[in-house]
């Protein structure tokens, strides 16, 4: 006789983790959700914000991830219940995701609301620093990055300048990015925060760069590390 007996809680948390996992692992919105919620609580700590506030702040990255995840799950029933088009099983599958975009809303709201008040204090200083910042040396870094990513692949023989091959040319642009924005406003009291938003944004391009089939994780692993060595060499020498 087969044994109906309810699971134990160990395995309903691990039933649990495996949701979550299945999730991160096939939907691409909800690792964007996740890698900005990461970036977002560390802001949150540089910041130092207060507990009420991170209070706020966690109640808002877990109704986004919540949300999420009741969409996929809403889609994936609908598509095991129906394999042709259906106007309701398409109005299900758009209310779903309408409740991810007012969970996304809120939080916007939420960290705006939390973050402006600390940011609105070094505003200026900030415009000013970004204003009189080396531009030449960033475009000057940015374009040996370029020149670095076409000779590789020229060396290898694979790909092409914008598209394949060895080193990804766009995460090595979006990394040397990355670190002449951290450099540029390295004095200012929010530079990692800035810092921060800068490499989730850089990132997201890689991510889009293997997940798109057009490079493996070595290829936008070598340009991301030719990026940021190569512009933090070159503010480091000509600064």
Do not use: C
Request: charged fraction near 10%; glycine fraction near 6%.
């Amino acid at each position: 006789m087969k044994d109906r007996r309810a699971p134990s809680l160990l395995h309903s948390f691990n039933y649990a983790f495996e949701g979550v996992i299945h999730v991160l692992r096939t939907q691409r919105n909800m690792r964007i959700h996740f890698m900005i919620a990461v970036g977002v609580l560390i802001a949150a700590l540089a910041a130092g914000v207060q507990r009420f506030e991170l209070i706020a702040l966690l109640l808002s990255i877990a109704f986004v991830l919540i949300t999420e995840m009741i969409n996929t799950a809403v889609e994936a029933t609908i598509d095991v219940a129906t394999t042709s088009f259906d106007p309701l099983a398409k109005l299900a599958k758009d209310i779903a995701a309408g409740a991810v975009l007012i969970a996304t809303v809120n939080a916007v709201i939420v960290g705006y609301l939390v973050f402006s008040v600390r940011l609105v204090h070094q505003g200026s200083n900030l415009i000013t620093r970004i204003r009189d910042a080396p531009a030449e040396l960033t475009l000057v870094a940015l374009v040996v990055t370029v020149l670095f990513v076409i000779a590789t692949k020229a060396w290898t023989g694979r790909g092409t300048p914008l598209r394949g091959g060895l080193p990804s040319g766009h995460a090595a642009v979006a990394f040397a990015g990355w670190m002449a924005v951290t450099n540029v406003v390295s004095d200012s009291s929010h530079w990692f925060l800035i810092s921060t938003l800068a490499f989730i944004m850089a990132l997201l391009v890689a991510q889009t760069r293997v997940e798109s089939g057009i490079h493996s994780v070595v290829e936008v692993t070598y340009g991301a590390l030719l990026g940021s060595l190569l512009t933090l060499v070159i503010f480091q020498v000509f600064t």
